[in-house]
């Protein structure tokens, strides 16, 4: 199951390429596109032989997890350039071509937050903005309202914020619709919880699932 979630974590984020690295205690994917993600999976939950970062296509890498149900069954080769799935008991063999780039993986920067929250994301999950220019989090003093602003406007309202750290006198955050669109479908994937966290340009979103961390970093702006 963690490798059809990790397929549908990528596809939503739609990125060009992907960025692959392995540790010793986890496996990291790095996904740019409207939004900078970062993805991490305990070691023991999706393991490689993979050692250091490598670099492919996504419309590759989402091939071969569609293809393979063990993640450790895929090869990937620095030295060939390819990333080889065997398939099936015939051993029938899948390689794809793909440019591996050496390097040091870009860990997740850490950013002082002025509030943290936990958000609902049986609430996020039903917020339509794809048509909308922008989206504001309105933190009240124990509410959260997200509203919709474009041709039509649209509000949400989450009773509980349930949060963690609010700095005084700090009221909304606004974002395009676009850097809030992954958030949604995230949400639909049903992770087990939600945090949100701001700073004055940039904010942090956490999504647990059981087995895998999504970190989405979206610009904004803290009025």
């Known amino acids: 199951m963690t490798t059809v979630l990790l397929h549908d ?3 939503l984020a739609s990125p060009l390429t992907v960025t692959l690295s392995s540790t010793d205690k986890e496996t990291r994917i790095l996904a740019v596109k409207n939004v900078e993600m970062h993805i991490s999976i305990g070691r023991n939950t999706m393991y490689n032989k993979l050692v250091g970062t490598v670099e492919m296509r996504t419309q590759d890498f989402l091939k071969l997890l569609r293809e393979t149900k063990v993640f450790s069954d895929i090869e990937f080769s620095k030295e060939k350039k390819t990333a080889t799935l065997h398939l099936g008991e015939s051993g029938t063999l899948l390689s794809l071509e793909c440019p591996l780039t050496l390097g040091e993986y870009q860990n997740p920067p850490v950013v002082p937050v002025k509030i943290l929250c ?4 049986g609430l996020i999950r039903e917020i339509n903005a794809e048509n909308a220019s922008s989206v504001e989090f309105i933190f009240e ?3 959260l309202r997200i509203g919709v602003r474009g ?3 649209t509000e949400a309202v989450q009773k509980n914020a349930e949060y963690i750290k609010r700095e005084e006198g700090q009221g909304m955050f606004v974002m ?3 850097s809030f ?3 949604v479908h995230l949400c639909r994937l049903a992770p087990n919880r939600v945090i949100m966290g ?23 702006a803290l009025m």
């Open 151 to 153: 041709e039509i406007r």
């Open 9 to 11: 974590i990528i596809k």
């Open 181 to 183: 669109q992954p958030l």
């Open 141 to 143: 003093k124990q509410s």
């Open 118 to 121: 936990n958000l609902n994301p």
């Open 176 to 178: 395009s619709s676009e």
């Open 198 to 220: 701001v700073e004055r340009h940039l904010c942090t979103f956490y999504v647990y699932f059981k087995e895998v961390t999504v970190i989405v970093y979206s610009q904004g």
